[in-house]
């Protein structure tokens, strides 16, 4: 077993999660994620995400194959369980991710790093769109209204919370920043775009 093998990653987590209930087959997984809402917090968009992954656990012995069976017409169909390295590593995933800050890589860092590539205007417009998303995505996912109704304690919505947390964050700074975008405070042109790449060479 290899120290790659055994790499966490949120979808990792989440099917060892899943077979820490009760065994099930790949499918069933995708499902109960999609159904939990949990396709908000890990990417299951591509089925075969999962199977890839839950082979990734097998060959790190933290989940195993229980049985296979074939149903008259329906493709054969494996159903996994959690090893007693699984539940261990599972613990102690939980207890890396939530303490530790990790390095991650989203694309909108990246592309504000680089958006002086376009003019002012065109990224007041985009940012602009973003703004507005940003906004339809709080009115819409914000759990608090689902949380008034009693139907799940909060414990079962704290990473949709979350989630709006930071969608509200990131659109404070993206109208800030549009804020200074639109008086001038913050812009550029070619030839200023010049002067400070010449000043640092």
């Given amino acids: 077993m290899t120290s790659s093998a055994q ?9 060892l999660a899943l077979l820490q209930e009760t065994p099930m087959h790949a499918y069933r997984m995708q499902q109960l994620i999609k159904q939990r809402g949990k396709d908000k917090v890990v990417n299951v968009a591509q089925r075969n995400s999962v199977y890839q992954t839950i082979e990734r656990l097998v060959r790190a012995e933290l989940a195993e194959v229980m049985e296979t069976s074939r149903e008259p017409g329906r493709p054969e169909r494996t159903v996994y369980r959690i090893t007693a390295t699984g539940s261990a590593t599972l ?5 890396r991710m939530l303490a530790v800050p990790a390095a991650e890589f989203p694309a909108f860092p990246a592309a504000v790093s680089t ?3 376009l003019d002012v205007e065109d990224v007041i417009a985009q940012l602009e769109q973003r703004a507005e998303r940003l906004r339809t995505e709080i009115a819409t996912e914000d759990p608090a209204a689902f949380l008034a109704t009693g139907a799940l304690p909060r414990l079962f919505l704290l990473e949709d919370e979350y989630r709006v947390a930071m969608l509200r964050s990131e ?14 405070a913050i812009t550029w042109d070619d030839e200023w775009l010049r002067g400070i790449a010449a000043a640092n060479e």
């Fill in 7 to 15: 790499r966490s990653s949120p979808l990792a987590l989440m099917l």
């Fill in 91 to 95: 613990r102690s995933w939980l207890q």
């Fill in 115 to 117: 958006m002086m590539l």
């Fill in 171 to 184: 659109l404070a700074w993206v109208e800030s920043v549009l804020v200074e975008l639109r008086s001038g």
